[in-house]
T-cell receptor, first 111, second 112 residues
Framework: GQNIDQPTEMTATEGAIVQINCTYQ??????LFWYQQHAGEAPTFLSY????GLEEKGRFSSFLSRSKGYSYLLLKELQMKDSASYLC????????????FGPGTRLSVLP | DAMVIQNPRYQVTQFGKPVTLSCSQT?????MYWYQQKSSQAPKLLFH???????NEADTPDNFQSRRPNTSFCFLDIRSPGLGDAAMYLC???????????FGQGTRLTVV
């Protein structure tokens, strides 16, 4: 089985930095995805970590610690358009990207 | 150009009347997924195909079935929709060479 935990909601101010944490326990593990989902839209891919450490991609960075079952998504220089749900998704199997989403964190960016 | 296409975007069906949702892809990806998303919740994986190999999630009700006649198409069949099955249904694909999944725009199902 799997157990994935994220904060339900977070609020931050435009221009600030926010860190969204995710802890997970899965029966298999082949990396961890972060997706962004705006209200009424499909999820879009943000990052994929398969090795421990920090991956930086523009304003977004993602960190993984496999031994701790822990990941975070770091968003810098927040913009209003970053208001969305952020979904942590551990990939379970080795042959592909078989993944399930965590409960999601709804981020509100205030002016 | 849309790469994962779901039809229709909106579907209204009657309580208990079988309904089929469709998904097609132009990416030639070998993995296809179906997710159910209810209001204010994260998408929930129902099942996925790796090529023709069908993988059902343990908690997916028997009321939900799927078919994948070829690489490009995948269908979600709801045999007897209940009011609790009203949701957004998302199809996604992924390939072995790229890590990310590509999602269709979803089909919003209403049960009346």
């Amino acid at each position: 089985g799997q157990n994935i935990d994220q904060p339900t909601e977070m609020t931050a101010t435009e221009g600030a930095i926010v860190q969204i944490n995710c802890t997970y326990q899965t029966s298999g593990f082949n990396g961890l995805f972060w997706y962004q989902q705006h209200a009424g839209e499909a999820p879009t891919f943000l990052s994929y970590n398969v090795l421990d450490g920090l991956e930086e991609k523009g304003r977004f960075s993602s960190f993984l610690s496999r031994s701790k079952g822990y990941s975070y998504l770091l968003l810098k220089e927040l913009q209003m358009k970053d208001s969305a749900s952020y979904l942590c998704a551990p990939a379970r199997d080795n042959y592909g990207q078989n993944f399930v989403f965590g409960p999601g964190t709804r981020l509100s960016v205030l002016p | 150009d849309a790469m994962v296409i779901q039809n229709p975007r909106y579907q209204v069906t009657q309580f208990g009347k079988p309904v089929t949702l469709s998904c097609s892809q132009t990416l030639n990806h070998n993995v296809m997924y179906w997710y159910q998303q209810k209001s204010s919740q994260a998408p929930k994986l129902l099942f996925h195909y790796y090529d023709k190999d069908f993988n059902n999630e343990a908690d997916t009700p028997d009321n939900f079935q799927s078919r994948r006649p070829n690489t490009s198409f995948c269908f979600l069949d709801i045999r007897s929709p209940g009011l609790g099955d009203a949701a957004m249904y998302l199809c996604a694909t992924s390939g072995s060479l790229v890590p990310e999944a590509f999602f269709g725009q979803g089909t919003r199902l209403t049960v009346v």
